[in-house]
């Protein structure tokens, strides 16, 4: 059996390395790296999202450490809720933390959380050379993992409420930076696919490597 606290504790030290993280990057910017606001857009509609999201599924793992029977009055999905499975969920998280965590590094002072106007470099290698958007993919990974976890009404509406929410901005981030950097980016995307590669790829280059904005993650 899983014990319940575990989750908890991977997104606590998740939260405080991909805090960290930003951090550094905004103390090299002179500025936040986060580029969400709180204006009434598109964009910072996903965030909000992302926000809410996150504390739901936090707070809820927390609190069916501390109160276990919490999945049955959450809806709990019975063919789901196996040791096995969860394990399994577990694993997946710690994976997705990792390539969330590793994406973080591979971008350097081009991380951002969101759209940012200012022209940054490129990035194709590591982790981007298999996936145009990993960080994403890790985040999914992340709650797709805490379903399995707890599989529950609850979590399979946040898991949703994700997924819709990273499609939006994955799709609103490639356009953002199409705009910007025209033909060397759509090059780029039919080296490397949105999500994952699914063949081996010993190198991806893209010729145009002017400073671009990389708000792909």
């Known amino acids: 059996m899983l014990p319940t606290l575990l989750p908890v504790l991977l997104l606590v030290g998740l939260g405080i390395a991909f805090t960290l993280l930003t951090r550094r ?23 909000r999202v992302y926000r809410v999201s996150g504390a ?15 999945d049955a009055a ?10 096995a499975v969860a394990w399994i969920g577990f694993a997946i998280m710690v994976a997705g933390s990792l390539v969330i965590l590793a994406a973080q590094v591979q971008m350097g002072a081009s991380w951002r959380i969101g759209l940012d106007q200012e022209r940054t470099g490129l990035v194709i290698s ?3 050379a298999w996936s145009r958007n990993p960080t994403f993919l890790g985040m999914i990974a992340v709650v797709l993992g805490a ?8 979590t399979a509406v946040v ?16 356009e ?7 033909v060397a980016y759509d090059r780029y995307c039919t080296t490397v696919p949105r999500w994952i590669a699914v063949r081996f790829r010993a190198e991806t280059q893209v010729a145009d490597t002017r400073p671009v904005d990389h708000a792909g993650k």
């Open 126 to 128: 590591g982790l981007f």
């Open 176 to 182: 953002h930076l199409q705009r910007i950097h025209g």
């Open 25 to 47: 990057v905004s103390q090299r910017l002179g500025r936040s790296a986060n580029r969400f606001g709180a204006g009434d857009t598109a964009h910072n509609f996903v965030g």
């Open 56 to 70: 739901v599924l936090f707070l809820y793992l927390l609190a069916r450490s501390l109160w276990p029977a919490i």
């Open 147 to 154: 379903f399995f976890i707890a599989p529950t009404a609850v």
């Open 74 to 83: 959450a809806g709990l999905i019975p063919v789901l809720a196996r040791p």
């Open 159 to 174: 898991l949703t409420a994700a997924w819709i929410a990273f499609s939006v901005q994955v799709r609103m981030e490639e």
